[in-house]
C-alpha cells in the first residue's frame, strides 16, 4: 500500500515509525513531515488543509490509504471531499467525517452528544451574547475554579480556569465579544472537576473498537504543573491508577456508549476517539473529546502496540477491526520534551540541534524541525519527545533524562519531573 500521512509533529513522526515496519507498506508520504519524517519516507510540501493539492498527489501517486494525525482537517471535512469524489472516493481515510470530527469541533456538539447518551461528565451550560445573564446565573450557582471554554477551536488556547467569579464573568463577557475569534462566539461554562487527569484512545471502524494503552500527559510548562499550558511537555502510559477496576468502568459507562452513540446517530467514523477523562474519587467522567490521537501522547502509545498498526488501519477501512487482535508490550513507556526556550511565548527559531546520532537506546520523535543542508534545526515550540522503555515507570524516565543529556540546541528546555504525580 501506498500510505500518506498528513501532519507535521511529533504524532506524525510515531506514526510514519510504528507503520515504517508494516508488512503493507510500500511507499510512505508525509504532508508536510519534518526532519524525522524524511528518514521514514517522502515529505511532501503540501498543507493538510490544502485538499486539493492532496487530492492531485494522491492521484498522481497512487496513494491507497491518507491517515490524518491533526484536527483541522478533520474539522473542515477533509473525509467527506474525498469520500464524495468519485476521482478519489477508492482512497481510505483514517479519521471520522466531518459531523464527526463536531465531537472536538464544537464542545457545545460534544456535551449535547454526552448528555443524549448518559455519558458522565461535568455539570456546564452553553452562553451566547443572547444569553449571557443566564451564564452569569449559572457561574453563580458553582464553586470556584470557574471554567470557560470556547465551543470551537483555538489552537489549544480556548480554555479558560478562574478563581474569582467576578473575573469570570467579565472574561465571558470577553470571550463573547472575540477573545478568541469565532471559536468564542458560543462558550460552555463546566463545573470544575477535582481529580487526576488520563487519556484514553479507541481505534473504531464505527461499529467496533480497540482500546489502546491509556496514557498521561503533563500540559503545564513549569515543574509541579505550573505556569503556562503548552501542546504537552511528556508523556506516560500505562497509567498506575487506571486500573482493571477503572477501565471497566470507562469501557461500560463511556466508551461503548460512545461507540453505540455515534452508530445511532448514523455519523461516518473510521478513526481515533481521545477521551480526555478525569478520575474523581475513583469515578471516570469525561472532559472532552479529541477525533485524533493526542501528541505528544502518541510518541507513547504507539511505542507500545506491538501489533501491525497498519493491519489494524485496513482493518477500519474495510469495517473489519473487530476480526483483528490488538497485541500490547506489557513495559512502560515516556517521553519527555525537548522545547524552545521562551515556549510557549515567543521563541526563536533556526537553532542547530546536535546528538541526535548518539541516541541508541531511546527514541528520538520530531516535532518541530526541519532540515538545512546537512544540519537538523529547530523549526517549532516543541522540538523533540524523547520516548524509552522500561519495566518501571523510573526506569523508563531514567532512560529518557540520561539520553536527553546528549541532545543539545541553543536555548532548549525540558521538564525534570514528568511522572512526579504517579
Same mark, same amino acid.
Given at each position: 500500500m501506498n500510505v500518506l500521512i498528513l501532519g507535521s509533529g511529533g504524532r506524525e513522526h510515531a506514526f510514519a515509525w510504528r507503520m515504517r515496519s508494516s508488512k503493507y507498506l510500500n511507499n510512505l508520504y508525509i504532508a508536510p513531515g519534518n526532519a524525522g519524517t524524511a528518514s521514514l519516507g517522502t515529505n511532501v510540501p503540501i498543507s493538510p488543509t490544502d485538499f486539493l493539492a492532496l487530492k492531485s498527489f494522491a492521484l498522481e501517486n497512487d496513494v491507497d490509504m491518507i491517515v490524518v494525525g491533526p484536527e483541522d482537517p478533520l474539522v473542515q471535512g477533509i473525509y467527506d471531499y474525498i469520500r464524495n469524489d468519485e476521482d478519489i472516493c477508492h482512497v481510505a481515510v483514517i479519521g471520522p467525517s466531518k459531523k464527526g470530527a463536531q465531537l472536538e469541533g464544537s464542545k457545545d456538539f460534544a456535551k449535547a452528544f454526552m448528555g443524549r447518551h448518559n455519558i458522565p461528565t461535568a455539570r456546564h451550560k452553553t452562553i451566547t451574547l443572547e444569553n449571557l445573564e443566564e451564564g452569569n446565573h449559572f457561574l453563580e450557582s458553582l464553586q470556584p475554579p470557574y471554567v470557560l471554554k470556547a465551543d470551537g477551536l483555538a489552537a489549544g488556547k480556548g480554555v479558560l480556569i478562574v478563581e474569582d467569579e467576578n473575573e469570570a464573568k467579565r472574561l465571558l463577557r470577553e470571550m463573547l465579544n472575540g477573545m478568541f475569534g469565532t471559536a468564542g462566539n458560543r462558550v460552555v461554562i463546566e463545573e470544575f472537576l477535582k481529580g487526576i487527569e488520563c487519556s484514553v484512545f479507541v481505534l473504531t471502524d464505527g461499529k467496533s473498537y480497540k482500546i489502546l494503552p491509556v496514557a498521561k500527559d503533563y500540559k503545564r510548562i513549569g515543574e509541579g504543573d505550573s505556569g503556562l499550558n503548552t501542546g504537552g511537555m511528556g508523556a506516560v502510559s500505562p497509567v498506575p491508577f487506571a486500573d482493571a477496576t477503572f477501565m471497566e468502568k470507562v469501557e461500560q459507562r463511556i466508551i461503548i456508549p460512545t461507540i453505540n452513540g455515534i452508530r445511532q446517530e448514523r455519523i461516518d467514523y473510521k478513526g481515533f476517539i481521545f477521551f480526555g477523562l478525569i478520575n474523581v474519587d475513583g469515578e471516570p467522567k469525561v @472532559?472532552? %473529546?479529541?477525533? +485524533?490521537?493526542?501528541?505528544? !501522547?502518541?510518541?507513547?502509545?504507539?511505542?507500545? /502496540?506491538?501489533?501491525?498498526?497498519? !493491519?489494524?488501519? /485496513?482493518?477500519? *477501512?474495510?469495517? $473489519?477491526?473487530?476480526? =483483528? +487482535?490488538?497485541? @500490547?508490550?506489557? +513495559?512502560? *513507556?515516556? $517521553?519527555?520534551?525537548?522545547?524552545?526556550?521562551? %515556549?510557549?511565548?515567543? %521563541?526563536?527559531?533556526?537553532? /542547530?540541534? #546536535?546528538?541526535?546520532? !548518539?541516541? $541508541?537506546? #531511546?527514541i528520538v520523535f520530531h516535532a518541530g524541525t526541519t532540515q538545512q543542508g546537512d544540519e537538523t534545526v529547530t523549526s517549532g515550540g516543541r522540538v523533540l519527545a524523547v520516548t524509552s522503555y522500561g519495566d518501571t515507570i523510573n526506569e523508563a524516565?531514567?532512560?529518557?533524562?540520561?539520553?536527553?543529556? =546528549?541532545?543539545?540546541f541553543e536555548n532548549s528546555y525540558y521538564r525534570k519531573d514528568i511522572g512526579f504525580d504517579l
Amino acid at each position: 500500500m501506498n500510505v500518506l500521512i498528513l501532519g507535521s509533529g511529533g504524532r506524525e513522526h510515531a506514526f510514519a515509525w510504528r507503520m515504517r515496519s508494516s508488512k503493507y507498506l510500500n511507499n510512505l508520504y508525509i504532508a508536510p513531515g519534518n526532519a524525522g519524517t524524511a528518514s521514514l519516507g517522502t515529505n511532501v510540501p503540501i498543507s493538510p488543509t490544502d485538499f486539493l493539492a492532496l487530492k492531485s498527489f494522491a492521484l498522481e501517486n497512487d496513494v491507497d490509504m491518507i491517515v490524518v494525525g491533526p484536527e483541522d482537517p478533520l474539522v473542515q471535512g477533509i473525509y467527506d471531499y474525498i469520500r464524495n469524489d468519485e476521482d478519489i472516493c477508492h482512497v481510505a481515510v483514517i479519521g471520522p467525517s466531518k459531523k464527526g470530527a463536531q465531537l472536538e469541533g464544537s464542545k457545545d456538539f460534544a456535551k449535547a452528544f454526552m448528555g443524549r447518551h448518559n455519558i458522565p461528565t461535568a455539570r456546564h451550560k452553553t452562553i451566547t451574547l443572547e444569553n449571557l445573564e443566564e451564564g452569569n446565573h449559572f457561574l453563580e450557582s458553582l464553586q470556584p475554579p470557574y471554567v470557560l471554554k470556547a465551543d470551537g477551536l483555538a489552537a489549544g488556547k480556548g480554555v479558560l480556569i478562574v478563581e474569582d467569579e467576578n473575573e469570570a464573568k467579565r472574561l465571558l463577557r470577553e470571550m463573547l465579544n472575540g477573545m478568541f475569534g469565532t471559536a468564542g462566539n458560543r462558550v460552555v461554562i463546566e463545573e470544575f472537576l477535582k481529580g487526576i487527569e488520563c487519556s484514553v484512545f479507541v481505534l473504531t471502524d464505527g461499529k467496533s473498537y480497540k482500546i489502546l494503552p491509556v496514557a498521561k500527559d503533563y500540559k503545564r510548562i513549569g515543574e509541579g504543573d505550573s505556569g503556562l499550558n503548552t501542546g504537552g511537555m511528556g508523556a506516560v502510559s500505562p497509567v498506575p491508577f487506571a486500573d482493571a477496576t477503572f477501565m471497566e468502568k470507562v469501557e461500560q459507562r463511556i466508551i461503548i456508549p460512545t461507540i453505540n452513540g455515534i452508530r445511532q446517530e448514523r455519523i461516518d467514523y473510521k478513526g481515533f476517539i481521545f477521551f480526555g477523562l478525569i478520575n474523581v474519587d475513583g469515578e471516570p467522567k469525561v @472532559i472532552e %473529546y479529541n477525533v +485524533r490521537m493526542g501528541d505528544p !501522547e502518541t510518541e507513547v502509545v504507539l511505542p507500545l /502496540v506491538k501489533s501491525d498498526l497498519l !493491519e489494524l488501519f /485496513v482493518g477500519v *477501512a474495510t469495517e $473489519t477491526l473487530g476480526e =483483528k +487482535r490488538i497485541e @500490547i508490550d506489557n +513495559r512502560f *513507556a515516556v $517521553t519527555v520534551m525537548m522545547v524552545s526556550g521562551g %515556549y510557549p511565548g515567543n %521563541y526563536e527559531k533556526g537553532k /542547530v540541534i #546536535s546528538g541526535i546520532g !548518539e541516541i $541508541t537506546d #531511546s527514541i528520538v520523535f520530531h516535532a518541530g524541525t526541519t532540515q538545512q543542508g546537512d544540519e537538523t534545526v529547530t523549526s517549532g515550540g516543541r522540538v523533540l519527545a524523547v520516548t524509552s522503555y522500561g519495566d518501571t515507570i523510573n526506569e523508563a524516565l531514567d532512560n529518557s533524562y540520561r539520553n536527553i543529556g =546528549k541532545i543539545s540546541f541553543e536555548n532548549s528546555y525540558y521538564r525534570k519531573d514528568i511522572g512526579f504525580d504517579l
